[in-house]
């Protein structure tokens, strides 16, 4: 979309069923009839359970063109005409401030008993013991999503366990915002390292450590396989198929009487990720659902 002002509303005409040339002529027209913007729909498909969707080749494509303003109706009849083949629909939509209606729906919640995530143009309510103030910006995690809740669950109950028996370092591999690693240090973790891949969340994690004053959490732009040390605790909130991939690393880099907590399981694929994932050399302490998604908290007993 160009970055010209929309009015109120704003109009979408949708095209069917194009050719690579018929959509770039359609487009090249609709630019000279007052087009603020087109965007293609591509096909894709999802192999494994990364959720890594690629795209696939087409013949044939959508293009949808966004106009501020309604088409010339004589316009849009010639298109019809000369693009017979393909299924032209227009219609009006209501112009939002979508950023603002995303704010609207993010309110300050309980993450974990006392521990509240509170996004920053929100006051904190007055039950809250401890917060973990959050702006989440283009990256992924608010906090608010399944797993991440089952995950936070599972470190705030088992936290005097650990503690009781030494365990103080965390590891969060694939931190997103960063919410787990900040909430592991709200318990009294340290030190605390989380990594991402991807470098907008590495950015957004790094400012809301800082808005919060986190000292004891470093994000690091390393991957799994770069990082040499071990924790007492690992966390990865990350989706089944990852999982099986990075068992072995994961694995390794928890200490000796150390836990492993795996989120990111649907419940309709345990079977399977309990086939693929080896708990050799951890037992398990427990296994918790929430929604649709399953987590499993382990402890390493043996040095392998």
């Not at 501020?68 to 032209?88: I, M, N, Q, T």
């Not at 013991?129 to 283009?138: E, F, H, L």
């Not at 400012?207 to 770069?226: G, H, K, P, Y």
Request: aromatic letters at 10%.
């Amino acid at each position: 979309m160009a970055d010209e002002q929309l009015t109120d509303q704003f109009y979408v005409l949708k095209a069917s069923n194009l050719t690579e040339f018929q959509s770039e002529l359609l487009a090249a027209e609709a630019f000279e009839n007052g087009a603020l913007g087109t965007e293609e729909e591509l096909p894709f498909e999802q192999k494994g359970r990364e959720y890594e969707p690629v795209t696939l080749k087409s013949e044939r494509s959508t293009l949808k063109i966004y106009f501020g303003s309604a088409p010339a109706l004589e316009w849009v009849e010639s298109a019809r005409l000369k693009f017979s083949e393909s299924k032209l629909e227009i219609e009006s939509q209501q112009n939002r401030d979508w950023l603002a209606e995303w704010k609207k729906g993010f309110k300050p919640f309980e993450l974990a008993t006392g521990v509240w995530i509170v996004p920053t143009w929100c006051e904190t309510p007055s039950e809250a013991r401890q917060v973990i103030r959050m702006d989440p910006g283009m990256a992924f995690g608010t906090g608010t999503h399944e797993t991440t809740r089952l995950a936070a669950g599972l470190i705030a109950r088992h936290t005097a366990a650990m503690h009781a028996t030494g365990v103080r370092s965390v590891l969060d591999v694939g931190t997103g915002t960063g919410v787990l690693a900040f909430l592991a240090e709200c318990k009294g973790f340290a030190p605390v390292v989380a990594n991402d891949i991807d470098a907008e969340a590495r950015r957004v994690a790094r400012e809301n450590a800082a808005l919060n004053n986190f000292s004891a959490t470093r994000i690091v732009e390393s991957d799994l396989a770069q990082i040499n040390e071990v924790f007492g605790l690992v966390v990865a909130n990350i989706i089944d198929g990852v999982l099986v991939r990075l068992q072995n690393e994961l694995k390794v880099r928890v200490t000796k009487g150390g836990y492993l907590l795996l989120t990111g399981i649907l419940d309709e694929r345990e079977s399977l990720f309990l086939q693929e994932f080896s708990f050799a050399g951890f037992s398990l302490i427990e296994r918790a659902s929430l929604g649709e998604w399953v987590g499993f908290l382990l402890r390493k007993d043996s040095g392998l």
